[in-house]
C-alpha cells in the first residue's frame, strides 16, 4: 500500500505482534517483515493487539541498544 521501496531500509528493525491478535494478522506481519532486510518478527506468546502495555520495557530497551547516532550520516 505504501509507495517505497521496504527493500532499501538499511537499518535494523524489529516487529512485534501479539500471537492472538485479533485485529493484525500475522500473517500481515510476516509478510512486512520479510520485506524488510534487517528486520527481526517477535511474536509475543499469548498477548493480544495491545501487547505493549505489558512489554514497552522491551521494546525500549531494544530501540535504545540499536538507537542511531545521527552524527554518523556525515
Do not use: F, K
Amino acid at each position: 500500500p505504501w509507495d517505497i521501496d521496504l527493500r532499501r531500509a538499511a537499518i535494523p528493525a524489529r516487529l512485534w505482534i501479539g500471537s492472538v491478535d485479533q485485529n493484525v494478522p500475522r500473517s500481515a506481519a510476516r509478510r512486512l517483515a520479510s520485506r524488510l532486510p534487517y528486520c527481526e518478527l517477535v511474536e509475543v506468546n499469548g498477548a493480544g493487539h495491545m501487547w505493549i502495555a505489558d512489554n514497552y520495557h522491551a521494546v525500549l530497551a531494544w530501540t535504545a541498544s540499536h538507537a542511531y547516532d545521527a552524527s554518523q550520516r556525515h
